[in-house]
């Protein structure tokens, strides 16, 4: 079944001078609880892709419905609430308050978004938990590496038990080492949750360890292809972690 649907979606970026045709009529369909990987070149369209698709950016023209709704038809207030309550989102330079601590970044969002302080708290400790970072809630991100930061991203994107997670090059500054392990902790979640996941990264590596791998090139999709080996090879790594969120649907 579809979670995220495109149709001839089009995105020209129109500087006034010239017009950058960053989508050219992309058609996709993303079932609920995969993991898909987005590559292509530089400037191909594939970040633009992610931004239209989760409503961060607005379409020229076409049609995106996530969870049957159309969200190229809702207001910028609409777009923005549905967001907070059914997306998450991890991207490369991790965008973490500095003078913030571990549990105060996660527990950010839902303290904007209206939720009681007391249970903020205790889902972004819930998130930090599941993320493996629950020792380093008191630290700020000066007091964390690369990969620590990664994980409060990711455990502020799932704070809010979102349907879907966005991923921009989430491991693009950081090491081969710490990269495997994100990836790791991403497959888990995406197995062990059923949350869909799609990433757009650079490294074939990272994408390779999505369950599908789509290829766009100057705007377009060229490529969109099963990876069931890796499916297979995500799940089993899962599995002998064990349960990170023991008893949840």
């Known amino acids: 079944m579809a979670i995220i649907r495109a149709i001839d979606l089009k995105k020209t970026y129109d500087t006034g001078k ?3 045709h960053a989508l050219k009529g992309v058609d996709l369909n993303i079932d609920k609880g995969e993991m898909v990987a987005i590559m292509g070149p530089s400037g191909c369209g594939k970040t633009t892709l992610l931004n239209c698709l989760s409503g961060l950016d607005n379409i020229t023209s076409g049609d995106v419905i996530v969870e049957d709704m ?14 907070a309550q059914r997306m998450g989102f991890v991207f490369q330079f991790y965008n973490l308050l500095p003078v913030l601590s571990a549990v105060e970044n996660v527990e950010l969002p839902l303290l904007v978004s209206g939720t009681k302080p007391s249970e903020a708290r205790k889902k972004a400790l819930a998130s930090l938990e599941e993320v493996g970072l629950l020792d380093w809630k008191t630290h700020i991100p000066a007091e964390l590496s690369g990969g620590q930061r990664q994980r409060v991203t990711i455990a502020r994107a799932l704070v809010n038990d ?4 966005w991923a921009d090059e ?13 990836m790791d902790l991403m497959c888990k979640l995406n197995v062990e949750n059923g949350q869909t996941f799609v990433l ?22 060229v490529s969109d292809g099963r990876n069931e080996q890796r499916v297979t090879q995500c799940q089993a790594k899962a599995n002998k972690k064990g349960k990170g969120r023991k008893g949840k649907k």
């Open 18 to 20: 010239i017009k950058v």
């Open 70 to 83: 159309k969200i190229n038809t809702l207001s910028d207030n609409k777009k923005t609430e549905h967001r």
């Open 162 to 165: 979102p349907a879907i997670v």
């Open 170 to 182: 989430p491991t693009g500054d950081l090491d081969k080492v710490t990269s495997n392990e994100i």
């Open 200 to 221: 757009v990264t650079h490294d074939r590596g990272v994408a390779d360890r999505a369950g599908r791998i789509i290829q766009m090139s100057d705007g377009l999709i």
